[in-house]
Each structure stands twice: as structure tokens, then as C-alpha cells.
């Protein structure tokens, strides 16, 4: 089982970058694939991106790719998204989630979920 705790969320500028980080408490944070989420005010939670265990495969939305990267640190248990050219579009909270085993780019392949964090960019 592990907990995760999102940070790093705030309020932008277009064109301005944002680093999100999801903290793991628990054991085997290894042998997770994790995975970020975000929802938009009257929408769906949508897929963004996800890293596999050993953090050597990653996958992207269309939506976001070539604009945020996402990375792990297994020794200190997090999980990273580095948002760059940040468009008011990519408002949303913004959610961690982890599974044991492969990376998945659906919410419903997650069992584990952190509380969320706003992101707003502004014209």
C-alpha cells in the first residue's frame, strides 16, 4: 500500500513552467507505476502522463506532449511533472496515482489517488 501527497501546484502565467511532486509514504514505492490526472472544473478526470517502475518508459496525452515531462526518484520515493509553455487549457487539479506493475493511461487501472493539486494558468 502507498499514500501520496501532490505539491508544487499555483497559479501562472501562460507560457510560465510549474513543477509538480507527488511524495510516497509506504513500501515497494518500486514496484509502482505512477501516473498523473487532471480535471477541469464540469469535466472528466483526464489521463496526462505515467512512468513505469524503473522510470525507463513514460507515455503523454497528445495534449501534453513536447510540454511536460514526467520523472520518478525511487530512492526518495517521488514522482515528478515538469510542466513547461504552460497554457490556460492545462487548468485543472491535479492528481497522482499509482498502480503495482506496468504503467496504464486509464484512471480506472489506479487504485491509489492523492488528494489533488490546483493549477491555474491565466491569459
Known amino acids: 500500500q502507498v499514500q501520496l501527497v501532490e505539491s508544487g501546484g499555483g497559479s501562472v502565467q501562460a507560457g510560465d513552467s510549474l513543477r509538480l511532486t507527488c511524495a510516497a509514504s509506504?513500501?515497494?514505492?518500486?514496484?509502482?507505476?505512477l501516473g498523473w490526472f487532471r480535471q477541469a472544473p464540469g469535466r472528466e478526470r483526464d489521463f496526462v502522463a505515467t512512468?513505469?517502475?524503473?522510470?525507463?518508459?513514460?507515455s503523454y496525452a497528445d495534449s501534453v506532449k513536447g510540454r511536460f515531462t514526467v520523472s520518478r526518484d525511487n530512492l526518495r520515493n517521488r514522482v515528478s511533472l515538469q510542466m513547461s509553455s504552460l497554457k490556460p487549457d492545462d487548468t485543472a487539479v491535479y492528481y497522482c496515482?499509482?498502480?503495482?506493475?506496468?504503467?496504464?493511461?486509464?484512471?480506472?487501472?489506479?487504485?491509489?489517488w492523492g488528494q489533488g493539486t490546483q493549477v491555474t494558468v491565466s491569459s
Open positions: 496515482a499509482g498502480r503495482l506493475g506496468p504503467s496504464a493511461a486509464t484512471e480506472a487501472d489506479y487504485f491509489y
Open positions: 509506504g513500501r515497494g514505492f518500486h514496484l509502482y507505476s
Open positions: 512512468i513505469n517502475p524503473n522510470g525507463i518508459a513514460t
